[in-house]
């Protein structure tokens, strides 16, 4: 069964800094692999979907990179703002729409 | 922009009462999911569908129901509702080719 772990669970920055949220998980044959954000209290927010046969997407100042064979993905922020702060989720998905989650990274940049 | 809406932000039942939660999307996707998130436990799958009148049971089915009726429309039950049921209720859908999946604003409900 995949597991999929993110480290740290919590991060604090300072505005303006670029950061790097981390995501792991055990099983390689996966799909495709989804960051979310999520708001306390809301629902999640897609943000960059990597398919399996893709390496990386970029969506203004994100970008996440997926190496499948070591079962790692990063979320890189850069120029970091207060309004970024929230939990970032990574998911991973397989051929038959199964989707696992992490436990979530929660970032907070200060002012 | 993908839409999609859950029929209730909060809510409180009492235990044994039939709860319905509803889930709505506007891009005719064919798959829809109902998790439910608890803290220290992550998102965990109920249940979903990938078609109308189709369902699957996820990690976490005891307890709960489905039904799809119509295609935009995913409907989680609770037969009779326990306080072990007090849990944020997140809906999402996705089309079955990508499964990019898009999630609604989540439905708090409270069993007391």
């Known amino acids: 069964k995949q597991e999929v772990t993110q480290i740290p669970a919590a991060l604090s920055v300072p505005e303006g800094e670029n950061l790097v949220l981390n995501c792991s998980f055990t099983d390689s044959a996966i799909y495709n692999l989804q960051w979310f954000r999520q708001d306390p209290g809301k629902g999640l927010t897609s943000l960059l979907l990597i398919q399996s046969s893709q390496r990386e997407q970029t969506s203004g100042r994100l970008n996440a990179s997926l190496d499948k064979s070591s079962g790692r993905s990063t979320l890189y922020i850069a120029a970091s703002q207060p309004g970024d702060s929230a939990t970032y989720l990574c998911a991973t998905g397989d051929n038959n729409n199964d989707m696992r989650f992490g436990a979530g990274t929660r970032l907070t940049v200060k002012p | 922009d993908v839409k999609v809406t859950q029929s209730s932000r909060y809510l409180v039942k009492r235990t044994g009462e039939k709860v319905f939660l509803e889930c709505v999307q506007d891009m005719d996707h064919e798959n829809m999911f109902w998790y439910r998130q608890d803290p220290g436990l992550g998102l965990r799958l109920i249940y979903f569908?990938?078609?109308?009148?189709?369902?699957e049971k996820g990690d976490i089915p005891e307890g709960y129901s489905v039904s799809r009726e119509k295609k935009e429309r995913f409907s989680l039950i609770l037969e009779s509702a326990s306080t072990n049921q007090t849990s944020m209720y997140l809906c999402?859908?996705?089309?079955?080719?990508?499964?990019?999946?898009?999630f609604g604003p989540g439905t708090r409900l409270t069993v007391l």
């Open positions: 569908s990938y078609d109308v009148k189709m369902k």
């Open positions: 999402a859908s996705s089309f079955f080719s990508n499964n990019e999946q898009f």
